[in-house]
C-alpha cells in the first residue's frame, strides 16, 4: 500500500463516514428524546434517493401515494379526536395539513412533468415526500405508546421497519437506481484525483452538523428538545409537549435521513433495501456515542467509515465481520466504564 | 338449522371441488418474487401466467408461491405444497440455497422437483435424493469455460476477480479458478464485496495495483454494476467481463456508459432476435420473448423469466408421457411423470436444448450459450 492508496481509501472513508455521521446524530436525537431505537433511519435514506431517482426518470415516485395514505390515516384519527373533545375547529386545520398539502404536491407533480425540473427542484420535492413520513410515523405507531419500554419501541421499531421495506419493494421494485452527480467537478491533490461529488458529501454534512448544532444550541425548540432529553417529566412540567418534541426528533430524523439518501445516490447505486445496513452502521457510530453523545457518535461514525474503507482494501471478504465487531469491544469498554442506571 | 344446512352446502361444496382438483394435475411454484432475489423471482412470477392451462387434455393448476428468498420459507412451501395442495409437481426454487434445501423434502415425497437455480450442486452429484430433481438453468461450469475461452483467445494472461460475498460469488470463483488454473491464466487478485456496499474503492484499488489485463466481476443484477463502474471511475482500461447473473436491462440502465464493451456468457433466450437463423434455439427463444413483452410491455423480458418458461415447457413435453401410464394426484404418476422428464429428448427451450439422462438432470450442451457483449446500451451477439 503506498501513500496515493491510503489517501484514496481515507478518502473514500471519511464520505462514507459523513453519511454515517449524519445517521448516527439523528439516532442519538431520535433515541435521548422519545427513547426508540429508531431502526427504520436507514429506510428514510434508501426513499429520499429512489424517490429523486423516480423523479428523474419522469414516474410518479409511490412514496407519494404513502405520504396521501398516512396523512388520510392520520387526519382520521385527529378528526376523531377533536370530536371527541369537542375542539371542532381544529378539524380545518388537521385536514389542511394531513391531507391538503399532500394532495396539492401531487397535483403539482401531475401537471408538471417532473423530470424536466432542475436538479436543486427536484430534491426539493422528493424531501417534500420523504420528510412528512417522519412524524407521520410517529403519530401512528410511537406516540399511542409513547410511555412504554424501551423493548416494546423497539420491537414496534422493527415492525415499522419490514413495513418500510415491503413499501419499498412495492414502490421502486427490486432493482436500484442512481441519480446524476450534483457536479461534474473534480480536484488533482497531489496524485490522488478528488471527485467533487464526495467534497459536496463531506461540507453537506458538516454543514448540515453545524446547523443542527445552532438549532439545538440557539432555538427555543431545539433548546426543548435538550430538555425533553434530559429528564421527560421536568421537561413537561415547564410546559414541553412530550408529543410535540418526540414529532420534531422524528421530523429531524426523516429528513437527516433524507437528505443523506440524496447526498449518496449519485456515488453508489441505492436499493429499496440498501438503507437498513447504512443505517445500521450510523448504529455503531450512536453506540460508540453511547446513544448520549452527538460529538462522540459523530466521530465513531467516521471511524466506522474509515475501518470499512480499509478492511476493504486488506480482507474484502471480511469487511463486514470487521466493522460489526467492533461493536464488541466499544460495549465491553463502555460497561466497564460507565456506572449502570436501572430504567426507571 | 339453517347454519347447519349452509355449513353442509359448503362442506359438499368444498370436498366437491376438491374432488374436482384431484383429476387436474397441480403444480406446486415457490419462487423470490420478494427479498434480495426479487429481480431474479419476479420475471419468472409473470412467466407463470403466460404457460398452458391444458396438457394433454388434463387442467392444469399453477399454485404459486413466495418465499421472500428465505431458504425455510421455501422448504415451508414445499412441505406446504405437498401436504396441502397434493401436488403433482414442484417448480423452483429461484436461488441455489433454497433448491438445495428443498431437494430433501422433494425427495422425501417422491415429488418431482425443477429448480430454476444455476448451481450444478442441485443435480449433481446424482444421488438416491437428486434422482427426483431436474434444473433449467445453465450451470456455473458452462458458463465460466465460455469466459475463459474468450480470454485466451483475446490474449488475456492476468485476470482478477471481484465477486459477492455469498454463494453465488463463491460459486463462481471456485469454478472461474478451476477452469482458469487449467488453462494457464495466471489470476492475480481475488476480492469480495457485498450486495448492498455503497462503496468499493478498496477493493477496486487493490485490484489495480495488481495490474491485471481483465477483470471478471461475479455478481448478479445491478449491484454488479458498482464494481465496473469503480474500476472505469479509477481509469481501469482492461476488458471487464460480467456474469450472465447481469442479463437484464435494468442492468444496462443502472451500469450506463461504463459498461461499454463488456463480455459476458448468456443464455441464447438474451439476443433471440440477433441469433442466425440456423441456431435451433432461435424459434423458441423468440417464442417467449414475444409473449412475455405482450404481457408485461416492451424491453421487459429477462433471462431469469425464460428459466420458468423452460420448466414449463419440460412439462408440457413430459406429462403426456405420465398420463399413460397413471392419474395424476397419484403416487403412481409423480413417478411416471420423474420418468418421463428423464427421457427428455431433443427438447427446445428458450435457453438450450434438453437432452437428459439418468446422469445428467439438466441436459444443456454448448448451444445454450452464447457470448455477448454491451454495445451502445444494449446487447450484441458475438459469433
Sequence with gaps: MDLQIALLLGQDGVTNGAVYALLALALVLVFAVTRVIFIPQGEFVAFGALTLASLQAGKLPGTLWLLLGMGIAVALIEIAISVRDRHLQRIPSIALLNVGVPLVLAGALFVVSPATLPLPVQVVLSLMMVVPLGPMIYRLAFQPIAEASVLVLLIVSVAVHVTLIGLGLFFFGAEGSRTPAFTDMSFEIGDALLQGQTVLVVVASVVLIGALFFFFERTIYGKALRATAMNRTGARLMGISATVAGKLSFTLAALIGAFSGVLISPITTVYYDSGFLIGLKGFVGAIIGGLASYPVAAAGAILVGLLESYSSFWASAFKEVIVFTLIIPVLLWRSLNTRHVEEE | ?383
Design chain 2, 1 to 383: 338449522m339453517k347454519i347447519k344446512a349452509v355449513i353442509a352446502a359448503l362442506f359438499a361444496a368444498a370436498t366437491g371441488s376438491a374432488s374436482v382438483a384431484y383429476a387436474d394435475i397441480n403444480v406446486g411454484v415457490t419462487l423470490s418474487a420478494t427479498g434480495p432475489a426479487a429481480s431474479l423471482g419476479i420475471p419468472e412470477k409473470n412467466t407463470f401466467p403466460l404457460m398452458p392451462t391444458t396438457i394433454g387434455g388434463q387442467k392444469i393448476n399453477y399454485i404459486v408461491l413466495d418465499d421472500a428468498s428465505d431458504t425455510t420459507t421455501a422448504v415451508k412451501n414445499t412441505k406446504k405444497l405437498i401436504a396441502e395442495n397434493k401436488v403433482d409437481v414442484i417448480i423452483g426454487s429461484t436461488i441455489t440455497p433454497n433448491s438445495l434445501a428443498m431437494v430433501d423434502v422433494a425427495a422425501e415425497a417422491e415429488t418431482p422437483m425443477i429448480a430454476m437455480a444455476a448451481s450444478a450442486r442441485i443435480v449433481d452429484p446424482m444421488d438416491a435424493k437428486r434422482h427426483w430433481v431436474f434444473k433449467t438453468p445453465q450451470n456455473d461450469a458452462q458458463m465460466a469455460i465460455a469466459i475463459v475461452e474468450h480470454m485466451t483467445s483475446n490474449n488475456v494472461k492476468t485476470v482478477a476477480y471481484i465477486g459477492f460475498s455469498d454463494a453465488y460469488g463463491e460459486g463462481w470463483w471456485n469454478e472461474f479458478q478451476k477452469i482458469a488454473e487449467a488453462r494457464k491464466l495466471n489470476i492475480v487478485a481475488n476480492e469480495r464485496f457485498n450486495r448492498a456496499d455503497t462503496s468499493v474503492t478498496g477493493q477496486v484499488l487493490k485490484i489495480l495495483s495488481a495490474k491485471p489485463d481483465a477483470v471478471l466481476v461475479g455478481g448478479a443484477g445491478t449491484p454488479a454494476a458498482l464494481p465496473q463502474k469503480s474500476l472505469k471511475e479509477k481509469g481501469y482500461k482492461g476488458i471487464m467481463y460480467q456474469t450472465h447473473g447481469v442479463a437484464n436491462a435494468d442492468f444496462l440502465r443502472v451500469c450506463g456508459k461504463d459498461c461499454e464493451g463488456t463480455v459476458l456468457p448468456a443464455g441464447p433466450v438474451l439476443v433471440a432476435a440477433q441469433l442466425p437463423d440456423s441456431n435451433p434455439v432461435k424459434k423458441a427463444a423468440l417464442e417467449y420473448v414475444t409473449k412475455y413483452e405482450t404481457a408485461n410491455g416492451k424491453g421487459s423480458v429477462s433471462t431469469f423469466g425464460a428459466h420458468a418458461w423452460d420448466a414449463g415447457k419440460l412439462l408440457a413435453n413430459a406429462v403426456p408421457e405420465a398420463l399413460k401410464k397413471a392419474q395424476p394426484g397419484s403416487k403412481e404418476f409423480r413417478k411416471a411423470l420423474r420418468d418421463a422428464l428423464e427421457g427428455t429428448k431433443n427438447l427446445t427451450g428458450a435457453h438450450g436444448v434438453f437432452n437428459m439422462s439418468p446422469q445428467d438432470h439438466l441436459g444443456f450442451d454448448q448451444r445454450a450459450r452464447v457470448m455477448v457483449k454491451i454495445e451502445g446500451g444494449n446487447w450484441k451477439y458475438v459469433q
